[in-house]
């Protein structure tokens, strides 16, 4: 594993989540700061850093980092060895959540889900 591949599953183990919201596996981290997302952006390879975004309680701004769907896939396929049992269990239950929901024949808008032969 490269030092800046370890550093960002640190980093993901402290500050990050992902779950599965909208049908869709998401990971996220916040920050105040675009710099430490910038790097980790830079160390995954993929996601998107977006902001400043104000919520009105907090003076000051915040930043955004996320990635969807095989994004968020490939992200935790590369972290994942080296995360915490809390942090592995909280995309587990993501993922079972979606898997659940294509089992039940449930789409990302909560109708059927069509498929085409």
């Not at 992902?18 to 869709?24: L, R």
């Not at 916040?30 to 104000?54: I, M």
Request: glycine share 12%; hydrophobic share 35%; aromatic share 10%.
């Amino acid at each position: 594993m490269s030092t800046e591949l370890a550093w960002a599953a640190g980093f993901f183990d402290g500050e990050g989540h992902s779950n599965y919201y909208q049908g869709t596996l998401l990971v996220k981290i916040s920050q105040n700061h675009t710099d430490v997302l910038d790097r980790f952006q830079r160390a995954v390879g993929v996601g998107t850093v977006a902001g400043p975004y104000s919520n009105g309680r907090n003076p000051n701004p915040k930043y955004q980092f996320s990635a969807f769907g095989k994004n968020a896939e490939r992200i935790m396929g590369a972290l994942r060895p080296y995360l915490s049992s809390v942090k592995s269990a909280q995309w587990d239950a993501a993922v079972a959540k979606r898997d659940n929901k294509r089992t039940a024949g449930i789409g990302h808008n909560g109708g059927p889900c069509l498929t085409t032969s």
